[in-house]
């Protein structure tokens, strides 16, 4: 069993930054693909960003590439999204995640944070 925990949202203005941080206890993240997804009011929750085991993949939405970056510290058994740039359309709760497939699929994740909340103003 794995439980994550993600700190690190806050209310900041369009243009800032921020940097969100996922904990891990209960097991050893470095074998778990690990992601970042997002849910806006009325919105389903959508793929953000994911991160091999190793560091050495990622992948993200193109609503984000560019601007965010995933980064992972095995040794921390932690996972950050620094997010720049950040953009009212931002605004959403951030959940981490942990899975064995590198993916961008909401099921194929087995392990949920219980999300951290940015808001972004314009």
């Known amino acids: 069993q794995v439980q994550l925990v993600e700190s690190g949202g806050e209310l900041v203005q369009a243009g800032g930054s921020l940097r969100l941080s996922c904990a891990a206890s209960g097991r050893s993240l470095n074998t778990y693909i690990m992601g970042w997804f997002r849910q806006a009011p009325g919105k389903e929750r959508e793929f953000v960003a994911t991160i091999s085991w190793s560091g050495g993949y990622t992948a993200y939405a193109p609503s984000v590439n560019g601007r965010f970056a995933i980064s992972r510290d095995n040794a921390k058994n932690s996972v950050y999204l620094q997010m720049n740039s950040l953009k009212p359309e931002d605004t959403a709760v951030y959940y981490c995640?942990?899975?064995?497939?590198?993916?961008?699929?909401?099921?194929?994740?087995?392990?949920w944070g219980q999300g951290t909340q940015i808001t972004v103003s314009s």
């Open positions: 995640a942990a899975g064995r497939s590198r993916s961008t699929r909401l099921g194929d994740y087995e392990y």
